[in-house]
């Protein structure tokens, strides 16, 4: 898979901003990359608690600092879909350094960042795909 130098950049930029973070919570990010520059809509919930409604526009972020499931609905134009960007169990062990889970979210789906890999990896298609 080819990254494109902008992502690679804001990849960079973003491990380096979270290299002190604390090591007991996690952060979840998520990086709109979606065509025709489409506003990603995201409405997260963790641990019971509504975290919100954002609208991350394109080749723009936002993170979410949890230590509990974190489960988002997310919508650009007609497509939808709800998704765990961040299990305990599951995550802990492969997202990126500095405790954070770097999510690109595109027009097939969403893409994590495997620490392991050192690469994106899809993750979650679009319902319907």
């Given at each position: 898979m080819n990254t494109p130098p902008s992502f690679s950049l804001f990849l960079l930029l973003?491990?380096?901003?979270?290299?002190?973070?604390?090591?007991?919570?996690?952060?979840?990010?998520?990086?709109?990359?979606?065509?025709?520059?489409?506003?990603?809509?995201?409405?997260?919930?963790?641990?019971?608690?509504?975290?919100?409604?954002?609208?991350?526009?394109?080749?723009?972020?936002?993170?979410?600092?949890?230590?509990?499931?974190?489960?988002?609905?997310?919508?650009w134009g007609n497509v939808k879909g709800n998704f765990d960007i961040f299990d305990p169990?599951?995550?802990?062990?492969?997202?990126?350094?500095?405790?954070?889970?770097?999510?690109?979210?595109?027009?097939?789906?969403?893409?994590?960042?495997?620490?392991?890999?050192?690469?994106?990896?899809?993750?979650?298609?679009?319902?319907?795909?």
């Amino acid at each position: 898979m080819n990254t494109p130098p902008s992502f690679s950049l804001f990849l960079l930029l973003t491990v380096l901003s979270f290299a002190g973070s604390s090591m007991a919570d996690y952060k979840a990010n998520v990086f709109n990359n979606l065509p025709g520059n489409a506003n990603l809509t995201v409405h997260c919930k963790s641990a019971g608690s509504d975290l919100g409604t954002q609208t991350i526009t394109y080749l723009h972020d936002f993170s979410w600092t949890i230590n509990n499931l974190l489960n988002c609905d997310m919508s650009w134009g007609n497509v939808k879909g709800n998704f765990d960007i961040f299990d305990p169990k599951r995550d802990a062990s492969r997202c990126a350094y500095g405790n954070t889970c770097f999510w690109v979210v595109k027009q097939d789906g969403l893409y994590l960042f495997i620490k392991e890999h050192k690469r994106l990896e899809l993750q979650f298609k679009w319902p319907g795909n």
